[in-house]
């Protein structure tokens, strides 16, 4: 690995798992100063023993605490927007309840932390890199994902919207969105061959993501050989999106 991160510090919600979790690690490998921001306090303490980061625990569904936690965070160079949360219902099922959750923590989270993070930046007058981790799912419709589709094509329009406002101070937006990605709870739920197999099928390369395929390419957006890469909206999904 090369140090292409070193003396960058780089902030990554949803750090304590998953996507989140590797995203950190590689960051941490190539140089950088990680601040992970992340719910559970055993998975911080975690990730720090690991990767000795700096950990802010904060349940993300809640706007107020969230802002602190961003501001905590402070002053990064780069932000990861990765915490994610679902819930399976069918779409006459959905409840007003669980709609509103999955949109604060997927939609709303992401735009509390980068208004900080991008204030931030704006403030000091340095440039900077986000990076929203949206889904497939924002272009397509999941059965029993209502509320998981909706808050996906919500990030994918902030994200556009960041691109265009913070662009011109030289702030970039991108995102992410990957096909079913191999987390230890995504191994579990696609383990069944009569479940995973159709999925399998529509995805060209013939297998899921693995959560290093999913940061490599987080960090390549945040990284300054995508110094031209401001609004993409981009598939880490095997061809999927293509079909
Ligand atoms: P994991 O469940 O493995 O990790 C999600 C992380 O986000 C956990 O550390 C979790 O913390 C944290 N998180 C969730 N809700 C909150 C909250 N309210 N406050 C603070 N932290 C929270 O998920 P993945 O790694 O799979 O997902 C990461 C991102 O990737 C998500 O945005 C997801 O939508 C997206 N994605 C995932 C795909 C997949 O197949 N895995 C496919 C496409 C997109 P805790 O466990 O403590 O709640």
Known sequence: DGRDFAGRRVLVTGAGKGIGRATAVMLHRRGAEVIAATRSA???????AEIGCRTIAVDLGDPEATRRAAIAALPVDALVNCAGTTTLESFLDTSVDSF??????????????AQ??????????RP??????SSVSSAIGLPDHTAYCASKG???????????????????????NPVVTLTPMAVKAWSDPAKSGPMLGRIPLGRFAQPDDVAEVILYLLGDAAAMMNGAIVPVDGGFLAT
């Open 100 to 113: 509103d959750a999955i949109m604060a923590v997927n939609a709303r989270a992401p735009m509390i932390v």
């Open 128 to 133: 900077g890199a986000i990076v929203n981790v």
């Open 116 to 125: 900080e993070v991008a204030r931030d930046m704006i403030r000091r007058g």
């Open 42 to 48: 055993e998975d911080l303490k975690e990730l720090a």
């Open 154 to 176: 919500a990030l994918d329009a902030i994200t556009r919207v960041m691109a265009v406002e913070l662009g011109p101070h030289g702030i970039r937006t991108n995102s992410v």
